[in-house]
C-alpha cells in the first residue's frame, strides 16, 4: 500500500500515517491540497491530512477540499502534538523562528515571553521548517521530536505548547467505504438551500429523533454569497446502520444538498 503524505519527512502527518499502517510506503508531497490530490491521480491508494486540532479549531482548506473534491474518508488518526524548539546552534543564534501555520498559533506565549523581538515566519509543514533549520544556525524551527533526528537538529525546548493536551485529528482518503465495524462515524456535508427559519433545527431534531450523537457540527461558507453557509457534520455509527441510514434519507428530503464523505471505524485514543 502506498500512502500520500504532507511531508517532507518528520511531520505529524507522517506518524498519523504510520499508526494507521506502520508497513505501508509513504509518498510525501508539499501540501495538504497535493496530498488530497495524490489519490485523484491515482498515484497512491490514500491520502492522509489533518482536518481538526484540539486548539487551534478545524483545517478549513482541508473541509473546503473535502466538499469541492469527490473524496471518501475511510478512517482517522488522532496524535498528541508535541512541540520542540529545535536548531543546529544555541538559543542565542536565534534570529529566526519558522514552522506551519497552525504550530506557530498553538505555541504563541511561548514566542511571545521568549523570542519578542525575533522574526518568525511560517513554512508550508513543521518538518519542512526543521529542514530549512538544519541549513543555519540563526533558524530555528517549531517541530516534532521525530524531526530533531531526522535533520541532526538540537532540542532547545520541549513542549512548548501553550497547552500540554495537544492533540490533531488526520482523516484518511481511500477510494471505499470500510463496512460496519461496531465503533463507526459517519461524516456528511449539508447545504440548507434556503436559510429559513428552523431550518437546521428541524434538520437536527432528526437526529435527535433516532438518538444518534452528533460529534461535531460546523458551519463553512458556501462562497457564493455572504452569509450562506454549508454544514460539516460527524455523528457516530455507520451509513448503512438502521437508525443512520433511515435519518440521512430524510435529511436527504429536506436540504437543498447531503454530502455523505464516508462512514469509518473511531479512532482509539492516543
Not at 440548507?192 to 460529534?215: C, H, M, Q, S, V
Request: net charge positive; glycine share 6%.
Amino acid at each position: 500500500m502506498i500512502i500520500g503524505t504532507f511531508g517532507p519527512e518528520g511531520s505529524y502527518t507522517e506518524k498519523a500515517a504510520k499508526q494507521w499502517n506502520e508497513t505501508a510506503e509513504l509518498r510525501y508531497y508539499d501540501d495538504i491540497q497535493d496530498t488530497v490530490d495524490a489519490i485523484l491521480r491515482k498515484e497512491v491508494d490514500c491520502s492522509i491530512v489533518p482536518v481538526e486540532n484540539s486548539l487551534e479549531g478545524s483545517i478549513t482548506l482541508t473541509l473546503d477540499l473535502l466538499m469541492e473534491r469527490q473524496l471518501i474518508i475511510v478512517g482517522e488518526e488522532i496524535v498528541k502534538v508535541e512541540h520542540c524548539l529545535l536548531s543546529k546552534g544555541k538559543i542565542s543564534d536565534i534570529k529566526m523562528i519558522m514552522s506551519h501555520p497552525q504550530a506557530l498559533s498553538q505555541c504563541r506565549k511561548f514566542i511571545k515571553n521568549n523570542f519578542k523581538n525575533i522574526e518568525v515566519r511560517s513554512a508550508m509543514s513543521t518538518s519542512h521548517a526543521a529542514k530549512l533549520a538544519s541549513e543555519s544556525k540563526e533558524i530555528a524551527a517549531i517541530a516534532s521530536y521525530d524531526s530533531a533526528k531526522i535533520y541532526g537538529l538540537n532540542i532547545l525546548k520541549k513542549n512548548i505548547q501553550d497547552v500540554n493536551e495537544n492533540f490533531t485529528r488526520f482523516i484518511v482518503i481511500g477510494k471505499k467505504i470500510p463496512i460496519p465495524s461496531g465503533n463507526d462515524k459517519t461524516s456528511i456535508i449539508v447545504y440548507l438551500e434556503k436559510n429559513r427559519p428552523g431550518a437546521l433545527y428541524e434538520i437536527l431534531g432528526e437526529f435527535a429523533k433516532k438518538g444518534i450523537d452528533l460529534t461535531k457540527i460546523e458551519s463553512r461558507p458556501t462562497k457564493k454569497l455572504l452569509g450562506d453557509y454549508l454544514f460539516h457534520i460527524d455523528m457516530r455509527g455507520h451509513k448503512e446502520d438502521e437508525a443512520v441510514k433511515g435519518t440521512l434519507e430524510k435529511i436527504k428530503g429536506i436540504a437543498g444538498m447531503l454530502k455523505i464523505l464516508g462512514s469509518y471505524p473511531i479512532a482509539k485514543s492516543p
